[in-house]
């Protein structure tokens, strides 16, 4: 069974630039989790959706940094302008139900110069 | 808001010798608490997840853990490394998000070294 697919595995970009991420979750998951990891600060929960929906974004870090789940089985996370302390690497995960364990992609590894 | 500490940021142990990794919570009861796994250049896999049905979870690749209430920790164990599980692990807990909906906060993860 296909699992989280992510694209791209790694992006880099000049500061200043448009970063794109995407996610495709495990077919029939209701649930959709965004995260970034950095050394300093582990791994943090950014925004979530049920049923596409985004329930809760309070780990979004500010205004440059917006999610969209337009279907089921597709969301993008976006970054604009991008900082270098956007640098990270960035999952994405899905559940179905929000109790259940969550199945983590890959990751995309975001440098950004 | 939940929080975890994972004590020790990085511990090495010998290859057959006994894995202990700590996670504590903080003082409320989560109704969930999970164990994670990383190797390098991947995601995060399920090791195991307790869910109040009993105190002794057992997980895959021959891990457990134990809830300990009194103690708020749900620390993992492995009676024997093996060289395959150098990774970086993640204890999990579980914190009510809105109606419903759950959301997991995370620890720092402690990096496990295995020396043959």
């Known amino acids: 069974d296909a699992g989280v697919i992510q694209s791209p595995r790694h992006e880099v970009t000049e500061m200043g630039q448009e970063v794109t991420l995407r996610c495709k979750p495990i077919?029939?998951?209701?649930?959709l989790f965004w995260y970034r990891q950095t050394m300093m600060r582990g791994l943090e929960l950014l925004i979530y959706?049920?049923?596409?929906?985004?329930?809760?974004d309070s780990g979004m870090p500010e205004d440059r940094f917006s999610a969209k789940m337009p279907n089921a089985s597709f969301s993008t996370l976006k970054i604009q302008p991008s900082e270098p302390r956007d640098s990270a690497v960035y999952f994405c995960?899905?559940?179905?139900?929000?109790?259940?364990?969550?199945?983590f992609g890959d990751g995309t590894r975001l440098s950004i110069l | 808001a939940q929080s975890v500490t994972q004590l020790g940021s990085h511990v090495s142990v010998s290859e057959g010798a006994l894995v202990l990794l700590r996670c504590n919570y903080s003082?409320?009861?989560?109704?969930?608490l999970f164990w994670y796994v990383q190797y390098p250049n991947q995601g995060l896999q399920l090791l195991l997840k307790?869910?109040?049905?009993?105190?002794l979870v057992k997980g895959i690749n021959g891990f457990e853990a134990e809830f300990k209430k009194s103690e708020t920790s749900f620390h993992l164990t492995k009676p024997s490394a093996h060289m395959s599980d150098a990774a970086e692990y993640f204890c999990?807990?579980?914190?009510?998000?809105?109606?419903?909906?759950?959301?997991?906060?995370f620890g720092k993860g402690t990096l496990l070294t295995v020396n043959p």
């Open positions: 995960a899905s559940s179905l139900g929000s109790t259940q364990p969550q199945h």
């Open positions: 077919s029939g998951h209701d649930y």
């Open positions: 959706f049920n049923n596409n929906v985004p329930i809760d």
């Open positions: 003082s409320s009861v989560p109704p969930y």
């Open positions: 307790y869910t109040s049905a009993a105190t």
């Open positions: 999990a807990v579980s914190e009510r998000s809105g109606g419903s909906n759950y959301k997991l906060t």
